[in-house]
């Protein structure tokens, strides 16, 4: 059995595009030899691209982008919250401060801070709280998308395999890869510091391509077309 492996590529993009271009990106290799020619195989990979075309899929770097404007906004309410409160202070002395309510200013009262800190704090907690909630919208889209996109793809992989059976055998799969570490450092109470290392894993998309080689001396073969799954 020799499996090739195909996997998903994200083409780059400008910044704001929310919904870049995805393709299936392989190349013929010996080991089609026999099954497919270099134009069926050609013809086959094209017909996935173009059949996916209409199933978005949101990927890592369209979360994080989301995640940032998310995060810009409401640190914008914040400054904009800021600014309307000490508007709000300046526009309270100027229009008491004049020649005829100096003797009724010390009387008076200005907005109390007391009332602000709290607004402020509400404010703060309902921006954290909005963050959270689009944060846990986004996760579910993104699941979302990512069932609609493979019941679709899958539709069109029965039918390949309807016709290469029991020759050949097309999987979609989603594999766990390493994405990066997350770096945690804490202080202990003695001033020592304790790191450690996390990994975090993103799933990309991958299709199987197992052809039967019951001719071949080799037991097991695993063949990584274009391994490297970077931007292209």
């Known amino acids: 059995m020799k499996t090739l492996i195909i996997p998903l590529a994200e083409l780059k993009g400008a910044i704001c595009d929310f919904n870049p271009d995805k393709l299936f990106i392989a190349e013929w290799c010996l080991d089609l030899y026999g099954f497919l020619t270099r134009d069926e195989f050609n013809k086959r990979l094209d017909k996935i691209n173009i059949h996916i075309e209409n199933y978005s899929l949101m990927s890592e770097k369209v979360k994080t982008r989301l995640y940032w404007i998310s995060g810009i906004l409401a640190i914008l309410v914040i400054v904009i919250a800021t600014a309307v409160y000490q508007a709000s202070i300046s526009d309270y002395y100027m229009n008491n401060f004049n020649i005829n309510n100096l003797n009724n200013l010390n009387n008076s009262q200005p907005p109390s ?62 594999r766990s890869v390493l994405s990066h570490f997350n770096i945690e450092i804490n202080a202990n109470s003695d001033g020592n510091f304790k790191g450690k290392a996390v990994p975090k894993y993103v799933e990309h998309a991958e299709i199987l391509l197992e052809i039967n080689d019951a001719l071949s001396n080799l037991t097991a073969h695993r063949v990584h077309v274009n391994e490297e799954i970077a931007d292209v």
């Open 113 to 174: 801070y007391e009332n602000a800190i709290a607004i402020t704090t509400t404010v703060e907690a309902l921006i954290g709280a909005l963050t959270f909630f689009i944060k846990y919208l986004i996760e579910q889209k993104s699941k979302e998308l990512a069932k609609n996109f493979e019941k679709n793809l899958k539709s069109l992989l029965t039918e390949y395999n309807n016709q290469d059976n029991p020759t050949a055998n097309w999987r979609f799969v989603w």
